[in-house]
């Protein structure tokens, strides 16, 4: 069986969690991670399983806006690093052409800040409404997975990546 992570990324960390999650799904999967503006209709027919991950940008999806606002923000801070794809198109634009899933596996999680959820959003359950709407069936609860105020993942939050993608195969 083949599982698949589609990740959105600026600073490198919701990708971190990816491989993490990917780790935890294998060996019981094969599994497959890649940046969402590499990611075809193709590879998604392939997947038994989609795992689908972003970063929480104004309590939702990254847009085109919050994008270029995460590069000025790197731009002026030497501790933060853009992945290579960070300034393409992003998750919100690649629900827009997703092939219906009928009945196809789906996970979502998101990178947020490290406080309550009424006061920071969810990425997550953005990703997991455009599963749904695609017809592809939810697996697990939308997840976050924390970042502190300077965007570095929490400690523990790759272990507690690879343990979700545990229980999703379970
Ligand atoms: C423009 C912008 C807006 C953000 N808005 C939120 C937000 O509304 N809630 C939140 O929890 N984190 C917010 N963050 C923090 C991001 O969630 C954090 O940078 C992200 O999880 C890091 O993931 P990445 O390294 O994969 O880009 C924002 C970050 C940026 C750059």
């Given at each position: 069986?083949?599982a698949l992570i589609v990740?959105?990324?600026?600073?490198?960390?919701?990708r971190?969690?990816?491989?993490a999650?990917?780790?935890?799904?294998?060996?019981?999967?094969?599994?497959?991670?890649?940046?969402?503006t590499?990611?075809?209709?193709?590879?998604v027919?392939r997947?038994d399983l989609?795992?689908?991950?972003?970063p929480?940008?104004?309590h939702?999806?990254?847009?085109?806006?919050?994008?270029?606002?995460?590069?000025?923000?790197?731009?002026?801070?030497?501790?933060?690093?853009?992945e290579p794809?960070?300034?393409?198109?992003g998750l919100r634009?690649?629900?827009?052409?997703?092939?219906r899933?009928?009945?196809?596996?789906a996970?979502?999680?998101?990178t947020?800040?490290?406080a309550p959820?009424?006061?920071?959003?969810?990425?997550s359950?953005?990703?997991?409404?455009h599963?749904?709407?695609?017809?592809?069936e939810?697996?697990?609860?939308?997840?976050?997975f924390?970042?502190?105020k300077q965007?570095?993942?929490l400690?523990?939050e790759l272990?507690r990546?690879?343990?979700?993608?545990r229980?999703l195969?379970?």
């Open positions: 069986m083949k990740y959105e990324s600026m600073y490198g960390n919701t971190a969690v990816a491989e999650v990917a780790e935890g799904l294998s060996p019981a999967y094969e599994t497959e991670v890649k940046p969402v590499e990611t075809t209709a193709d590879d027919g997947a989609l795992v689908v991950g972003a929480t940008h104004v939702g999806l990254p847009r085109p806006a919050t994008r270029k606002s995460a590069a000025e923000t790197a731009a002026s801070d030497d501790a933060l690093a853009l794809t960070a300034q393409q198109t634009e690649w629900f827009e052409h997703l092939d899933g009928a009945g196809k596996r996970a979502a999680f998101d947020r800040l490290s959820p009424l006061f920071t959003g969810r990425a359950v953005s990703i997991a409404k599963l749904r709407k695609s017809a592809f939810a697996v697990g609860e939308p997840t976050s924390l970042v502190d965007n570095h993942l400690d523990g272990e990546a690879q343990a979700w993608g229980q195969v379970a």
